[in-house]
């Protein structure tokens, strides 16, 4: 992405960035460093400028002391002066208390150019959405101008996400709103286009004759890290599945498009989030599991359960692991399952996808395997990034004729290509963002669609009274899940080679 830039730098406009929620984690930890990243590679217009906006009493100084240390923190090398010196000179911070609409008229006296492009970056929690519309709007800095992104998750169900839409939309054109899933600007995602579209032997290759099934996994290590009160309310259903996951299945699922145009892409993605087959109360005990962390010890440290974490609510029924058999019921994929997986405190932080695909209907090499490994792609997105692929080969040696063994063709993309092009997904979304591009975001019908499937499953769970299955920090989640897939005759993806590599 950084050499297109270089290439054709007219295509960087001009901005005035306004953070709302600027003191919080997302703008400390993603959003700011992020940003920084972009100076360094000298891929912000120079007439931009970065105005932070919260309730905290912050004067100019006051801020800039506070991106410093969040640019320390998040950093491994160490801030150059130079390039900080220029950042440095985009910043300025405003006290605004969103509630009163007034106040926005703040931010439009300091706006330098009328005719510079305005994106409101809105790092605050969705309830939050309709007051600072409300106060852009008062203040006409929703103008044509204008640009607005909002993060997940966006709303709780269907019914509140379409509320945050509608109210969303009496403000703003849909070419205006980015709704940001910042796994799709991974560059494992990015690239899954050009895997699919772009190489002959994955286009004629990736539907149900020949793709046995599909394992996607988003693996968290962490537990609440003191949002419990938060957490508790939304679950790791609403939390991660109803985003992350399902764009991941949405792009590793979707027909090929006939360009590689934003609504073309958004259209396809939409079809497969159509196509799910529903899940409901008579068959959710069959397609689900759901499960929640208990203490453990690991590497020496007592780890609290998710109801011994503070403030934690001891009767709470609230999972912090999903486990789904997922089917799309479409012509090309009818007959594939999708297993779909993610927890809090699982003994890694790791998402992957994994396409394994059918084995031959004749197996020629009896004498060396009675069962013959299948063929698989492993596409890691986080971390250690890369994709690699599974094939059986003979193995060398005079009295080896037929012996065959299972060997990995490893693409890992931090030692092929340069680190400096390996951009952190939010440096792409923020980018694109400025550009003007909404491919990597996603579309009011897509979140709606996804939020449809997501609360029929969740009203199941409460006409069953699913059970709430046990699993101990540190391990790979209930029993239940592993039980699940294995009564399919399938395994989870071995996690054990990445660890003995990558802890």
Known sequence: MQKRIMK?????QACNLIIFGTNGDLAKKKLLPSLYQLEKKNMLHNDTKIIGVGRVQFSKEDYIKMVYQSLKISNKKNIKEVIWKKFNNRLS????DINFPSQFLKLKNIIEEKEKIII????TPPDTFKIICDGLNYSNLNNKNSRIIIEKPLGKSFITCKKINNHIKKYFTEKQIFRIDHYLGKETILNLLSLRFANTLFINNWDNKTIDHIQITIAESIGIEGRWKYFDKI?????MVQNHLLQILTIIAMD??????????????????KSLRPINYKNVLKKTVKGQYTSNIIQNKNIKGYLEENEANKKSNTETFVCIKANIDNWRWYGVPFYLRTGKRLPIKYSEIVIYFKKPKINLFKKSLIKLPQNKITIRLQSNEGIDIQILNKTPGLNNKDKLQAIKLNCTYSEIFN???LSDSYENL???SMIGIQKLFVKKEEIEEAWKWIDLIIEAWKIKKQKIYLYPAGSWGPNKSLLMINKDKRNWNNFNNYQKNNL
């Open 93 to 96: 911070f405003y006290n605004i």
């Open 256 to 273: 090929p498009p006939e360009s590689l145009d934003e609504d073309q892409l958004r259209e396809k993605k939409i079809s497969v989030l």
């Open 430 to 432: 923020l980018l694109e």
């Open 8 to 12: 054709n730098k007219n295509i960087l």
């Open 235 to 239: 679950g790791q259903m609403r939390d």
């Open 120 to 123: 409101n970056y809105l790092a």
């Open 419 to 421: 680190y400096s092009y």
